[in-house]
């Protein structure tokens, strides 16, 4: 019998707006964006860019299009290229944009485990310039923090200023994905202005831990800002009224970055937990956010795909990544309780004890 109880752990962008959101969206004052006017856009905005340290901000749809906007902005030359992790968001999940629109080529670093690339490795991928006949030009290097695909791990504000002198050396600009910056920032102690002081610019996601449902902002220089703004209208990104969208962003700055770390504690909690289970392996020290990737293990008689299918049956939504590999994200609406239920239901189930009935 399917479970009436849900637990959704496929990604910390399935949260639903909360009542303070929705009531804000419903009394939001607004205007045409696309005309400059809409007075809680512009105070969204400005809220973002001052917390990053930075001087403008653009509310754009979605984390994907923030990206896309700041690879187009700074290699404005079709046949630029950029300098990317091999496992980054960019890279692999955002469609190909920068190259079937901007016309720019990917020049791939391999991430290592922590998210990171070589230092060494970026500086050579970055081409000489008396080889223009033949090469692109190396326009722009891009991190990610937190990197998703290293499960949530966080980039320290060292290594990114370490990049960020190895871009102005060589006049390049750099731009942080930064879908999850505040989760990086709770989790290091780093306020995000510093984590973020040596890029050029940065995208930040508000409907992933922040649990706004709809948006990201991207900030950087005016001139940058300018820019963008431009590009996010031949995009289609114009989208007048949006003050009711950015009311929703407003909340979620204000009540739910200080909820990161309870996020952080629970997907800890789970992932201990989850070490605990025959059939299961989980690197802890992996583990610094909200996000978990666990394996099952080679001589276990399941596959991911038969335990998420089990679990659904209890309510329990996760993300299968490969054969052997299983994806779990935390939000904040996600309770210790269903923690410990969650849990329950994977012990019983890889322990080979008769399944739970409607959630109890």
Do not use: W
Not at 238 to 261: F, T
Not at 281 to 293: A, G, M, P
Request: aromatic share 4%; with cysteine.
């Amino acid at each position: 019998m399917v479970s009436n109880r849900k637990i959704d752990l496929r990604s910390d962008t399935v949260t639903k707006p909360t009542e303070t959101m929705r009531a804000a969206m419903a009394m939001a004052e607004v205007d045409d964006d696309v005309l400059g006017n809409d007075p809680i856009a512009l105070e969204l905005e400005e809220e973002m860019a001052k917390i990053m340290g930075k001087e403008e901000g653009l509310f754009v749809p979605s984390g994907t299009m923030g990206n896309l906007i700041s690879v187009l902005v700074h290699c404005e030359i079709r046949g630029s290229e950029v300098i990317v992790g091999d496992n980054s968001h960019i890279h692999i999940y955002e469609n190909g944009g920068i190259a079937t629109i901007g016309g720019v080529h990917s020049r791939t670093v391999k991430n290592k485990d922590d998210g990171t690339m070589d230092i060494d490795l970026i500086e050579a991928a970055i081409r000489n310039p008396k080889g223009q006949l033949f090469f692109p030009t190396t326009r722009l290097i891009c991190l990610e923090n937190t990197h998703a695909n290293s499960g949530g791990r966080c980039l320290c504000v060292e290594y990114i200023d370490k990049v960020g002198e190895l871009a102005k050396k060589h006049d390049l600009k750099l731009h942080i994905d930064g879908a999850r910056i505040f989760n990086a920032s709770v989790a290091t102690g780093v306020s995000v202005d510093r984590l973020v002081q040596v890029a050029d610019s940065v995208s930040v996601c508000l409907s992933k831990g922040l649990g706004a449902p709809v948006g990201s902002v991207i900030v950087g220089s005016k001139s940058f800002i300018s820019k963008a703004r431009r590009v996010r209208k031949t995009l289609g990104g114009g989208m007048r009224q949006i003050g009711i969208l950015c009311a929703a962003g407003l909340v979620a700055l204000k009540e739910n970055v200080q909820k990161l770390e309870a996020d952080h504690h629970k997907a800890k909690q789970l992932a201990s937990g989850l070490c605990q289970i025959k059939g299961i392996k989980v690197d802890l020290k992996s583990v610094e956010t909200n996000i978990i990737f666990f394996e099952i293990e080679e001589d276990s008689q399941i596959s991911a795909k038969l335990l998420c299918k089990s679990m659904e049956e209890h309510g329990i939504l996760l993300m299968q990544e490969s054969l052997s590999r299983i994806r779990i994200v935390l939000h904040h609406q996600i309770s210790t309780s269903d923690v410990e239920y969650t849990l329950k239901c994977m012990k019983q189930f890889l322990c080979g004890v008769p399944a739970l009935q409607n959630g109890n």
